[in-house]
């Protein structure tokens, strides 16, 4: 834009400057433009050879950066990835000792992570999503014990072994005080949940599986205190969704650093595993974004897949188990799935758990063999998205790491779609729902409702 404005002043002037002289005899002025075309043409070419020795070296470096990640073709032929590890720490991924592969050598042996000794145990998690609203919501400790504690009679009372607490929640505000120096430096935490370590402890008791939820990259808070690791427009401003909240750009190193600082921590308090949410780039009021120098250079499949490897890398190594939430149609559109950057195979190599939401009231008729609104048909959409995910993990070899499926399901009323496009979900709608990852072959599950307020007709009873 500034190129193209200062070219038009440029010609503006020299026609002005050049109004009212004499006009020269048409040989020596064809001469002249020659003389100009072939400076100008020479200048070009020297400019495009410093332009592309810039761009070789920006490439290069780029490649210290960031985990190349596999090529279209293994993308979407699921083909085993070949790539090359650069890492520093353990299992990091940032800066390279030796280029050695992180998935598979060429003859189909698993080498990742093969010297790490597994001692966690599974849970076979059916589980409910314990949301902001019981600490945020409420001033004081004693009201969100009275809230927790509502929901653990609950599970006692049912089939429910899972609680997925929010600690790192949409706005980026941290609701445990950690003793951490990075997350008290930023100074993004909002104490609401100062009671949580002993009541971990009280759940662990009642034989509860306790995760934390982790939202990564929405995060106003970061945004406001490292503007430098934020996304932004094209016009410099800052990037803002629909809900008006920011993002950080997971092309930067440090966003994932400081997610994992707040992993570690959750370990060191007792929970059994980091649930990462928002593991993506975000898809409102795209269209006039700049997404960086990183994105000339690596896709956003590439900034995701090797941002998941480090990050597994480090919750794995503090004995945590490591799940993310991801969109349901990532499984079946790559369109989609380049957009946010998660490619479900390519995430499946690291993850111990994907838990698409595959919410009916989220997807449109095309979901349906009649063309009905998918809200009314729970089971159909459900069998057929699954499937999907069937389809996906099958890429990976069976001898190869495979992240196990848990589905979110849908536990509310959409009631915002309007009259006739939604039903209640009430017993059967939810039971409708628990079926069909049954029919598709898996046997975890976790039901969001972000009120707290689930359907116990739904639930088998305790044993």
Same mark, same amino acid.
Request: charged fraction near 25%.
């Given at each position: ?66 985990? *190349?990640?596999? #090529? +279209? ?5 699921? $083909?085993?990835?070949? !790539?090359?590890?650069? %890492?520093? /720490?353990? &299992? ?13 050598? *060429?003859?189909? #042996? +698993? ?5 790490? $000794?597994?001692?966690? !145990?599974?849970?076979? %998690?059916? /589980?409910? &999503? ?334």
């Amino acid at each position: 834009m500034r190129e193209e404005f200062v070219k038009r002043g440029t010609m503006k002037r020299y026609s002005s400057r050049n109004r009212g002289r004499k006009k020269l005899p048409l040989v020596i002025l064809l001469l002249l433009l020659a003389a100009c075309l072939a400076g100008t043409l020479g200048a070009l070419a020297k400019e495009k050879k410093i332009s592309d020795e810039a761009r070789e070296k920006a490439a290069e470096a780029a490649k210290q950066l960031v985990t *190349p990640s596999p #090529t +279209p073709e293994n993308e979407v032929t699921g $083909k085993p990835a070949n !790539t090359q590890q650069v %890492a520093d /720490g353990a &299992y990091g991924m940032w800066a390279p000792p030796t280029p050695t592969p992180i998935l598979y050598d *060429p003859d189909g #042996t +698993p080498i990742w992570m093969a010297d790490w $000794k597994d001692e966690r !145990t599974p849970v076979e %998690a059916h /589980g409910i &999503y314990v949301s902001s609203e019981f600490t945020v919501n409420r001033q004081h400790d004693e009201d969100r014990i009275k809230a927790f504690d509502k929901l653990l009679e609950l599970a006692k009372r049912t089939e429910i072994n899972t609680m997925i607490i929010d600690v790192k929640y949409e706005s980026g505000a941290i609701l445990h005080e950690f003793n951490n120096e990075l997350i008290n430096k930023y100074g993004t935490t909002v104490e609401c949940l100062s009671f949580i370590p002993e009541y971990i402890k009280k759940l662990h008791e009642n034989g509860i599986y306790v995760v934390a939820r982790l939202v990564c990259f929405k995060d106003t808070k970061l945004a406001a205190v490292r503007p430098d690791l934020a996304i932004y427009n094209n016009n410099g401003s800052l990037y803002r969704d629909n809900n008006w909240s920011n993002w950080v750009s997971p092309y930067k190193k440090e966003t994932w650093e400081y997610i994992a600082e707040v992993g570690k921590e959750c370990a060191k308090i007792g929970f059994d595993e980091i649930n990462l949410d928002y593991v993506r780039f975000p898809t409102d009021n795209v269209s006039n974004v700049n997404w960086g120098p990183e994105a000339a250079t690596t896709t956003k499949t590439q900034a995701i897949t090797s941002g998941v490897k480090y990050l597994c890398e480090q919750f794995r190594a503090c004995n945590l188990f490591v799940s993310a939430d991801v969109y349901g149609i990532v499984m079946s559109s790559p369109k989609d799935a380049a957009n946010v950057g998660q490619n479900f195979m390519e995430m499946a190599q690291y993850f111990d758990y994907l838990c698409p939401m595959v919410y009916p009231s989220h997807y449109d008729k095309s979901w349906v063999s009649t063309g009905d609104w998918p809200d009314l048909h729970p089971y159909e959409v459900i069998t057929k998205s699954l499937a999907y995910s069937v389809t996906e993990i099958a890429k990976i070899p069976e001898n190869h790491h495979r992240a196990k499926v848990r589905a979110w399901l849908q536990d509310f009323t959409a009631d915002y779609l309007g009259k006739g496009r939604y039903m209640e979900y009430d017993a059967e709608a939810v039971l409708a729902e628990i079926k069909a990852v049954n029919d598709t072959g898996y046997t975890e599950w976790l039901l969001w409702n972000a009120n707290g307020t689930y359907t116990e007709g739904a639930l088998k009873k305790a044993d």
